[in-house]
């Protein structure tokens, strides 16, 4: 396959009919196809996991919408870069030519001085800017250039549109298409691509390619094989930047210090974003530790404000500290399970009515019409308990919080046996 142009390339959607996933914000009738179709786009932040087609969408909206396009990287552009296409944003304003788009990779990266230089332009109707980034918006965009921007939150693509991508690659990339290719089986594909359509067509050109012109089926097998051999080495801004981290998260889950701080090690020599790391820590501290060690969220946050304020290189040693103090932690999932459950239970039966005897009675009305009464208040008994239910009535008795079989939460489970009875028996 004598080209340079790399298959994902090769195979990026120039229209919106040829672009895959996403229906529900560019299907007929979503919010941003209207907005496309009416040539009225805002300003807008596409939030999503990698390779799902963010920077792809931005270009087709300018293409469809005929806009002047600009593009940037977080990674490697500073204010002055910002400053020199809104100066020529300008110009082309000046000249009628319509509103150009500002697209900005990985804006999560910008500093807070590098997105206030975006922030009058964006104001003023110089630029449309739409940002990319795999990062909540929410932390990592500063609130006056969010304000002034839509979220639209791209999600990972469903198996049969990343089937759809592999078919049309055979059938429509002009290499592709004159190999004798079967695809027999396709599971570690879609595996090894986690969901990410750049990654899977990156990996399915490297096993054609393997298989040197000749006939070549397609198996899980030879997949495996292919991918080990041609592994490439840590790229913070490569396709193995999320599967490190996944090492990394998953070596902590596991309570393996040696693996975990090796990934570290892994993440530091490949440049990465210290901040980035130290979010993680402060996620898996309360997803996987919660209150097996309640400690972990504490060293965890500090941890992070401690980065932030040192930077690297020494940074890289409160990293290393925190690392090996949650791996070698004992591990508890009950709160994050239980706040699962909550949210499922509360997709499953709606807007429960709050009891009467806990709501809220600011007013003589209220009072009148019973709130607030009956409520028995816990410090006014011994133990500073007395049993009520809290649940709406159609979920009484519910017990959604199981705490972990470990020594903190055995404690815990032993107190709410105490107050709650058989609800916390084994």
Known sequence: MATRIPLAERM?????????????????GAVLRNAIDQNNIPSMILWGPPGVGKTTLAFIISKQLSRPFFS?????SGVKDVREVIDKAKQLRDF??????????????????????????VERGVITLIGATTENPSFE??????????????????EKELLSIIDKALKEDEYLRKQQVNVKEHEALLRLSGGDARKLLNVLELVV?????????????????????????????????YDIISAFIKSIRGSDPNAAVYWLA?????????????????????????????????LANNCFQAVNVI????????LSQTVTYLAASLKSNASYEAINKAQTLVRQTGDLSVPLHIRNAPTKLMKQLDYGKDYQ??????????????????????????PGKNPAEEKLREQLRQRWKSKYEY
């Not at 990026?12 to 007929?28: L, M, S, W």
């Not at 940037?72 to 490697?76: D, G, R």
């Not at 921007?149 to 693509?157: D, S």
């Open 141 to 158: 965009v500063i609130a006056a250039l969010l304000s002034r921007c839509q979220v639209y939150v791209l999600e990972h693509l469903s």
């Open 12 to 28: 990026r959607p120039n229209t919106i009919a040829d672009y895959v996933g996403q229906p529900h914000i560019i299907g007929e």
């Open 266 to 298: 892994r993440m530091i020599e490949g440049g990465e974003d210290p901040l980035f790391i130290a979010r993680r820590l402060l996620i898996l501290a309360s997803e996987d530790i919660g209150n097996a060690n309640p400690n972990a969220l504490l």
């Open 209 to 241: 390619n393997a298989a040197g012109g000749d006939p070549l089926e397609i198996t899980n097998e030879f997949v495996l094989r292919q991918v080990q051999q041609n592994m490439a080495i840590y790229d913070k801004a490569g396709e193995q930047h």
């Open 377 to 402: 208040y816990a410090h006014a008994y011994e133990g500073n308990f007395v049993e009520q239910e809290f649940m709406p009535e159609a979920l009484s008795g519910t017990k959604l919080y199981d």
């Open 72 to 76: 940037l990287s977080a990674i490697n």
């Open 96 to 121: 009628q030519q319509g509103q150009p788009i500002l697209f900005i990779d990985e804006i999560h990266r910008f500093s807070k001085s590098q997105q206030d230089s975006l922030l009058g332009a």
């Open 311 to 318: 930077g690297w290189p020494e940074a890289r040693i409160i």
